[in-house]
């Protein structure tokens, strides 16, 4: 059975940089597309973008390019780094298996979902 | 991008009533929307594909239907493992989740 599992600190300064990793196990990071989702206090859930493990990524476009995702097959690991953050950025971020095929035709949704990791932007 | 609504955002219902919650796009996402489940403490899980396509293990109470604009999850007879938030996302664009509906007891 897939597990994700987020790391990274909980606590990061306005306008630094946060960074998140998220281990797979369990099974292959090979073959799926893996997102990054957020959820900030008393809101609802917004994507922040996913790569393929061929490393191909897409973003959300609200986000002005603060988002970079990467992957590290040979770690079974994809991460997140948010540049510039401010208090807004605070929320829980969830990592997440985002389907196999880029046809929407073949889509069943986000399947497997970490436990979630609290990041606080304060000074 | 495409901005999903949910309504309502809160719904008190009871055991056995029949629910629908409804989703709109602001664009046209043809069929390519999924609903899910979450309860306190616990990951999203997945309902429904394809606006109507139930995934597998799901059961046959929940249905989902629309397409364009306006989309339906519909649970025919409430049960007590019912209660839980529910959120619908677009993959027509990127990816976009509406902002919930929970589902109270009455």
């Known amino acids: 059975q897939v597990q994700l599992q987020e790391s990274g600190p909980g606590l990061v300064k306005p306008s630094e940089t946060l960074s998140l990793t998220c281990t797979v196990s369990?099974?292959?990071?090979?073959?799926?597309?893996w997102s990054w989702i957020r959820q900030p206090p008393g809101k609802g859930l917004e994507w922040i973008g996913y790569v393929h493990y061929t490393g191909n990524t897409r973003y959300n476009p609200t986000l002005k390019s603060r988002a970079t995702i990467s992957v590290d097959t040979s770690k079974s690991q994809f991460s997140l780094k948010l540049s510039a953050v401010t208090a807004a950025d605070t929320a829980v971020y969830y990592c997440?298996?985002?389907?196999?095929?880029?046809?929407?035709?073949?889509?069943?949704?986000?399947?497997?979902w970490g436990q979630g990791t609290t990041v606080t932007v304060s000074s | 991008d495409i901005q999903m609504t949910q309504s309502p955002s809160t719904l008190s219902a009871s055991v056995g009533d029949r629910v629908t919650i409804t989703c709109r796009a602001s664009?046209?996402?043809?069929?390519?929307l999924a609903w899910y489940q979450r309860k306190p403490g616990k990951a999203p899980k997945v309902l429904i594909y394809?606006?109507?396509s139930l995934e597998s293990g799901v059961p046959s109470r929940f249905s989902g239907s629309g397409s364009g604009t306006e989309f339906t999850l519909t649970i025919s007879s409430l049960q007590p493992d019912d209660f839980a938030t529910y959120y619908c996302?677009?993959?027509?664009?990127?990816?976009?989740f509406g902002q919930g509906t929970k589902v109270e007891i009455k």
């Open positions: 997440v298996r985002d389907g196999s095929s880029p046809s929407n035709h073949d889509y069943h949704g986000m399947d497997v």
């Open positions: 394809k606006a109507s």
């Open positions: 996302q677009q993959y027509s664009s990127y990816r976009t």
């Open positions: 369990g099974g292959s990071i090979s073959g799926y597309y």
């Open positions: 664009q046209t996402i043809s069929n390519w």
